[in-house]
């Protein structure tokens, strides 16, 4: 049981666009930063946002996420075969004085 | 471009020690506050530890508090995990990663470069 709740999956065809939520609490999502990774199977996980809202160099603008209260979002519009990965929500968590990942959310693309 | 190397996983028996190192390159290493994170088999992320630029501070996943260490030597940019009293439960690939920046609240910073893992089993 992950602290941080992601839906198991989503998926959309080409072109859609997916949303992926992650659900926390006061003591981690409301009140720090929430960083989102990509994982393509097989491989280490890739920062895709960072600070709630900010993508690092490299990554397409398609990738978008934001933060309200205690639960924190991940959009992909435009998708595209390549963007069928596994995607994790992490965020400090004060009540443990540790980082906290969720679930993972499979994204497929139709 | 920032680059981390994991080595020193294996195979090893429950209540065996083993140590992971993690060699950075092409960043200013000793600015970086670094984590260690794991993924078992067909599993989700799983955060291991977090330790401080100078290497004095540490934070733990109540998971391995006490029979895992972390720390690191500047002069040879370089970390480490030292696990023991190793259990089955702890079979995972290990990745070491950069932290997204310092400053006063370091430890709330997250993963930004990631190393391509190195893997443990703990099997008898």
């Known amino acids: 049981q992950s602290v941080l709740t992601q839906p198991p999956s989503a998926s959309g065809t080409p072109g859609q666009r997916v949303s992926i939520s992650c659900s926390g609490s006061?003591?981690?999502?409301?009140?720090?930063?929430v960083y989102w990774y990509q994982q393509l199977p097989g491989t280490a996980p890739k920062l895709l946002v960072y600070?709630?809202?900010q993508r690092p160099s490299g990554v397409p603008d398609r990738f978008s996420g934001s933060k309200s209260g205690t639960s924190a979002s991940l959009a992909i519009s435009g998708l595209r075969s390549e963007d069928e990965a596994d995607y994790f929500c992490a965020a400090w968590d004060d009540s443990v004085s540790g980082w906290v990942f969720g679930g993972g959310t499979k994204v497929t693309v139709l | 471009q920032e680059q981390l190397v994991e080595s020193g996983g294996g195979v090893v028996q429950p209540g065996r020690s083993l140590r992971l190192s993690c060699a950075a390159s092409?960043?200013?290493?000793?600015?970086?506050?670094m984590h260690w994170v794991r993924q078992a088999p067909g599993k989700g992320l799983e955060w291991v530890a977090v330790i401080s630029n100078d290497g004095r501070n540490k934070y733990y996943a109540d998971s391995v508090k006490g029979r895992f260490t972390i720390s690191r030597d500047n002069s040879k940019n370089t970390m480490y995990l030292e696990m023991n009293s190793l259990r089955t439960e702890d079979t995972a690939v290990f990745y070491c990663a950069k932290s997204d920046s310092g400053g006063l609240r370091w430890y709330y910073y997250g993963m930004d470069v990631w190393g391509q893992g190195t893997t443990v089993t703990v099997s008898s």
């Open positions: 600070r709630n809202s």
């Open positions: 092409r960043f200013t290493f000793s600015s970086s506050a």
């Open positions: 006061s003591s981690n999502i409301a009140n720090n930063y």
